[in-house]
Nanobody, 115 residues
Framework: QVQFVESGGGLVQPGGSLRLSCAAS????????MGWYRQAPGKLREWVAA???????DYVDSVRGRFTISRDNAKNTVNLQMNSLRPEDTADYYC?????????WGQGTQVTVSS
């Protein structure tokens, strides 16, 4: 059974940075398009960033230029470097395939941007 385990969240001041990591349980990870998603309080979960197995990336407009997604296929991990964080980035962050598969959702990691 595929499992994703997210880590790296926390409390950060506006303008600060965090680096999220996601570890996958499957060795076939390298063939998957991977994504980061987030769900803010009271809102629907939204897609944030994606990385193909060739390393090409895409971002939602609200984070483009501030967030960077990367992957390490040898370690079965996908990361999200978040810079210039804003209060509106506050959310639970999850990784999943893209498109997301319902049964693959993990516990997520909480990011709070506040002074």
């Amino acid at each position: 059974q595929v499992q994703f385990v997210e880590s790296g969240g926390g409390l950060v001041q506006p303008g600060g940075s965090l680096r999220l990591s996601c570890a996958a349980s499957e060795s076939t990870f390298s063939t998957w398009v991977m994504g980061w998603y987030r769900q803010a309080p009271g809102k629907l979960r939204e897609w944030v960033a994606a990385i193909n197995n060739d390393g090409s990336t895409d971002y939602v407009d609200s984070v483009r230029g501030r967030f960077t997604i990367s992957r390490d296929n040898a370690k079965n991990t996908v990361n999200l470097q978040m810079n210039s964080l804003r209060p509106e980035d506050t959310a639970d962050y999850y990784c999943n395939t893209r498109p997301a598969r319902y049964s693959y959702w993990g516990q997520g990691t909480q990011v709070t941007v506040s002074s």
